[in-house]
Nanobody
């Protein structure tokens, strides 16, 4: 499975951005897609995830009510709509695919395939 993120950029506090993740290859192997982020000097952290076939969604407490993850199985896309952005949301955002149901949905170690990341900067 190959994943590529797009949609990052610079936005003012309170603004919105939409990140997209395009999956290719053996996409039928992925049972979940997740978004993680890593800020400078910090560890990579879970943001959101979605079960590809049933649609269940999961969010970090820090983004609940502001971010929405969705899937488009026809086009093998996963999107992350980010609203009410805060400076602390600034990070490189990574999309990842999980090919095994073993492993917690919010742990980076559970995911097998990763994109290169896209920068999101929230600043005035």
């Amino acid at each position: 499975v190959h994943v590529v993120e797009s949609g990052g950029g610079l936005v003012q506090p309170g603004g919105s951005l939409r990140l997209s993740c395009a999956a290719s290859g053996r996409t039928d192997r992925a049972d979940a897609m997740g978004w993680f982020r890593q800020a400078p000097g910090k560890e990579r952290e879970f943001v959101a995830a979605i079960l590809v076939y049933v649609g269940n969604t999961y969010y970090a407490d820090s983004v609940k009510g502001r971010f929405t993850i969705s899937r488009d199985n026809t086009n093998n896309m996963v999107n992350l709509q980010m609203n009410s952005l805060k400076p602390e949301d600034t990070a490189v955002y990574f999309c990842a695919a999980r090919t095994s149901i073993i492993g917690a949905i919010d742990l980076s170690e559970s995911y097998d395939f990763w994109g290169q990341g896209t920068q999101v900067t929230v600043s005035s």
